[in-house]
């Protein structure tokens, strides 16, 4: 079946059109993606008029394209900046009635649980016990376990652009801001990581997302366009080298970098201080770079339940 699935994150709408049925892996069809930055829509605690505006527009023209391309069904899902708004229930009231299209909210141990889910599927049994990392825009999700369903899961507010709003407003963070926020990081992932460390190390440890993947690339790993099929990893020893050197650049400059887009740029370097806090306190020397997130855990839980249905 060829499903339409929009997935509402902090920094990005994307829509990913998808063939898919049980059994073969996701084929993407066609995909339309806005950088609508959410994250950064929120004041006060609430989306922002220009926030739910952008949001609805994105929608609205996303209904558009998956009824162009063939869609049978739509999934919409929305995660951080959407999920701490105050205004969440009004925001998604008003995007369901102007474009017939209800946007479920993820808890933060779904999200976590749903991309431990696609971790899984795309490395296999073989992998043993996973670890999986993912930072967003507004969040970071953690999971770990030896099966499909991980045996620890949880989400942690420490999305790359929800610091960067708060730590890097003029661009770049003096050495006292970036002091400061090093202990905020490493202190929030302490305070549960025993959930995961109890269960041992793991046997693979996995990142996820476009922070992970931006970091990868610039310490290194291949391109985009060599395919999703290519081994890529983020070794700690790399990301050492490197931070001192972001810390120092601006924007600008780190918009030039390979794997960094213009509107992401001012969030690499706090999502270079969470990637090398998770590294550090769960003792890990390198991640493996996955290719699939949380939107493909998305798709694999609606398979698998057409599945139980007895539907194809």
């Known amino acids: 079946m060829r499903l339409g699935v929009l997935d509402i994150g902090s920094n990005t709408g994307h829509l990913l059109v998808v063939d898919a049925h049980r059994g073969a892996a996701p084929l993407p069809a066609y995909s339309h993606k806005e950088p609508l930055r959410l994250a950064e829509h929120v004041e006060d605690g609430k989306m922002t008029k220009s926030g739910i505006k952008a949001l609805t527009k994105f929608v609205a023209d996303s209904v558009v394209v998956a009824e162009d391309k063939g869609a049978q069904d739509m999934l919409g899902f929305a995660t951080s900046a959407v999920r701490d708004a105050s205004n969440s229930d009004a925001v998604l009231d008003r995007v369901a009635d102007e474009t017939g299209v209800r946007i479920a909210v993820?808890?933060?141990?779904?999200?976590?649980?749903?991309?431990f889910l696609a971790v899984r599927r795309w490395f296999g049994w073989s992998a043993g016990r996973l670890a999986v990392f993912d930072i967003g825009g507004g969040s970071?999700?953690?999971?770990?376990g030896s099966d499909e369903e991980p045996d620890v899961a949880w989400s942690i507010p420490l999305g790359a652009a929800r610091l960067a709003r708060e730590y890097f407003r003029g661009g770049v963070a003096d050495p006292t801001q970036i002091r400061s926020l090093r202990k905020k990081i490493r202190a929030d992932i302490a305070a549960d990581a025993g959930h995961?460390?109890?269960g041992g190390p793991p046997d693979v440890a996995a990142a996820t997302s476009k922070t992970f993947r931006s970091l990868a690339r610039i310490c290194g790993a291949a391109p985009s366009d060599d395919g999703p099929l290519v081994e890529r990893v983020l070794t700690v020893a790399d990301l050492h080298e490197w931070i001192p050197r972001l810390?120092?650049?601006?924007?600008?400059?780190?918009?030039?970098?390979?794997?960094?887009s213009p509107s992401r740029a001012h969030q690499i370097v706090p999502g270079a201080l969470v990637a090398d806090a998770v590294m550090d306190i769960f003792d890990l020397d390198e991640l493996q770079v996955c290719p699939w997130a949380l939107r493909e855990g998305v798709i694999l839980q609606r398979l698998d339940q057409l599945s139980d249905k007895g539907v194809r």
């Open 247 to 260: 810390v120092e650049m601006g924007p600008a400059d780190l918009a030039t970098l390979p794997g960094v």
């Open 196 to 198: 995961l460390i109890r």
């Open 106 to 115: 993820l808890p933060g141990e779904d999200e976590a649980r749903l991309t």
């Open 140 to 144: 970071l999700e953690i999971a770990g």
